[in-house]
């Protein structure tokens, strides 16, 4: 399955099943014997794809046995799924990208004070996973801010072990030249560090801008 949505817009998916409901779908070509079971079902269909496309502006799916199990061995199978493009729903002010909004907010604070700032509004500091979620938030402070300025994300040191205050797993970076150095207690992320294209660790006690990320 190739899904996409319109410029601005976001994929909700309200229905989906790998297996057969009718003996005519999917059938070009195949024995009878492998059309007959029209009450076959993946039970984690919607789920799969719901977890797969929902709030991105596309993706694909693979209608496989691999992917969704074998509901029924000897059945000639195909997916099935219902959706809707719409705009997404991030609140006034806050930016859509990859599935989560985000928000700069320019005002200095410490990252303790940061995060729960970022925390009343439903989210935490912006964790990033990506080239293309690095650079989006870069991009987002430029356009708020008219210039790369330094702000706080998520990442902050637990004794040896980086961290994102979202929970998520830490599995991307871009760290400048020579960090994490660890000088003086640097246990914060702030990325921006001199405008320049690159992550930093500081001491939380600093004041900076932030970026904050939610659910939709």
């Not at 993706?59 to 799924?81: H, I, M, R, W």
């Not at 806050?94 to 729960?116: L, M, P, V």
């Amino acid at each position: 399955m190739n899904s996409s949505s319109g410029e601005g817009q976001v994929i909700v998916v309200s229905w989906a099943n790998f297996g057969r409901r009718d003996k005519t779908t999917c059938s070009d070509g195949r024995p009878d014997s492998q059309l007959q079971n029209v009450n076959c079902s993946s039970p984690n269909s919607k789920e799969y794809v719901t977890n797969s496309c929902n709030w991105q502006n596309s993706c694909t799916v693979e209608a496989s046995n691999t992917v969704f199990g074998d509901p029924c061995g000897g059945t000639y199978k195909y997916l099935e799924v219902f959706y809707a493009c719409q705009a997404p729903p991030c609140r006034p002010g806050w930016t859509w990208f990859g599935g989560r909004c985000f928000i700069f907010d320019s005002s200095q604070k410490n990252w303790t004070d940061a995060e729960s700032s970022c925390e009343t509004l439903g989210g935490h500091l912006a964790s990033f996973h990506s080239t293309a979620e690095y650079t989006f938030i870069r991009e987002l402070i430029y356009t708020a801010a008219g210039s790369y300025k330094e702000a706080w994300v998520g990442g902050r040191k637990n004794e040896t072990v980086w961290m994102w205050s979202d929970g998520s797993k830490f599995n991307f970076i871009n760290w400048a030249s020579g960090e994490p150095n660890n000088s003086g207690g640097n246990n914060c992320i702030q990325i921006n560090y001199g405008g320049q294209d690159n992550v930093n660790d500081v001491e939380c006690k600093w004041n900076s801008s932030f970026v904050c990320v939610r659910g939709p």
